[in-house]
């Protein structure tokens, strides 16, 4: 796993972008290279590490998984609550609800981690797309390896494959293989919000 400098008095890398490109040049990979394994264009790519424009759920998951990092190493540290919480015995069996820190991942998306504890190459999180939030564009899609699980527990949203979508609304989930191009879309008038698990392990 490569670590992105930021903690402990290292340089920071200021944005997402900057985070990519880092861990990318950690990586050895070229623009060319890291699109043919995200299954996008190298224009994509450097739009993303520009700060352009800001990579959609699915592919910044597959980013994660190609780059070897953490979701939480390319986010920059929220501060911590003023108060400090009674001591909790749990180990790393539990995330407590005061402790899921929000992540802006695009325009109109946001996300809360879930695990408890980091896992390669799982992620366990609850997304919240705004009133016409998606991917970044109207034929973006996404292709990786691995399978994605999710539960819609507020509103609805579109999940779009190549040959259809399917509208999920509250209480209805999912499941996949995320080698099936694909990608997501609130069409509605109100924010969605879902539960979603995905694995890279195949």
């Known amino acids: 796993m490569i670590e992105i400098p930021g903690e402990e008095g290292a340089p920071q890398a200021q944005t997402l972008g900057d985070r990519l490109r ?11 290279k890291l699109a043919a394994e995200l299954g996008c264009s190298p224009s994509h790519v450097s ?18 998984d190609v780059l070897d990092v953490t979701m939480d190493s390319l986010f920059p540290k929220q501060d ?4 400090t919480p009674a001591p909790d015995t749990t180990g790393n069996l539990v995330r407590r609800s005061h402790r899921r820190p929000e992540i802006k991942i695009g325009d109109g998306v946001r996300s809360q981690v879930l695990l408890p ?3 390669d190459g799982i992620d ?9 939030a998606g991917s970044l564009s109207a034929t973006g899609t996404l292709s990786h390896p ?16 190549d040959d259809e979508v ?3 609304r509250e209480g209805d989930s999912i499941a996949f293989d995320s080698a099936r191009p694909h990608r997501f879309h609130n069409r509605s008038s109100a924010p969605a919000r879902m539960i979603w698990f ?5």
């Open 22 to 32: 880092l861990a990318r040049n950690q990586r050895g990979m070229s623009v060319r």
């Open 47 to 64: 739009q993303f590490e520009r700060g352009i424009s800001e990579p959609s759920i699915s592919l910044l998951t597959a980013l994660v």
């Open 80 to 83: 911590e609550p003023m108060a």
């Open 117 to 119: 504890v980091e896992e």
């Open 124 to 132: 366990f999180c609850e997304y919240v797309y705004d009133p016409g």
């Open 146 to 161: 691995g399978r994605e699980y999710g539960v819609i527990t507020e509103g609805a949203i579109d999940v779009e494959f």
């Open 166 to 168: 399917i509208t999920l």
């Open 198 to 202: 995905s694995s890279s392990k195949l």
